[in-house]
């Protein structure tokens, strides 16, 4: 295990009733858990973020802390937050990384591994 250590775990949801598929909206949540499993005190200072839709278009997105907070997380610790995005296409993915210091000032980066939003799976 290293001193500086955090896991990232992913919920997502398709939004229907904030979407519009006829006009090409299509709007996702997902529920973002950062846990510290090192054994270190760390604070996530910025998020740097690659959004792909269906059609293999991205956009960068990056900003300091996550949903307006830098959390400060102690060994054990956990963090959960929701936020959304949307896409023109059904389908798209997200991957990126956190950029995190310790408590002794050690910088790290935290990878966000990639995810996939779509429309959930309909059975007729």
Known sequence: MSAYEMNVSVATQYLEEQSDPDHGNYVYAYTITIKNTGSVAAQVISRHWIITDAKNRSQEVKGLGVV???????????????????????????????FCVAEDGHQFNVTIPEFVLSLPRTLH
């Open 68 to 98: 307006g907070h830098q959390p400060l997380l102690q060994p054990g610790q956990a963090f959960e937050y929701t936020s959304g995005t949307s896409f023109t296409t059904p389908q798209g993915s997200m991957t990126g990384t956190y």
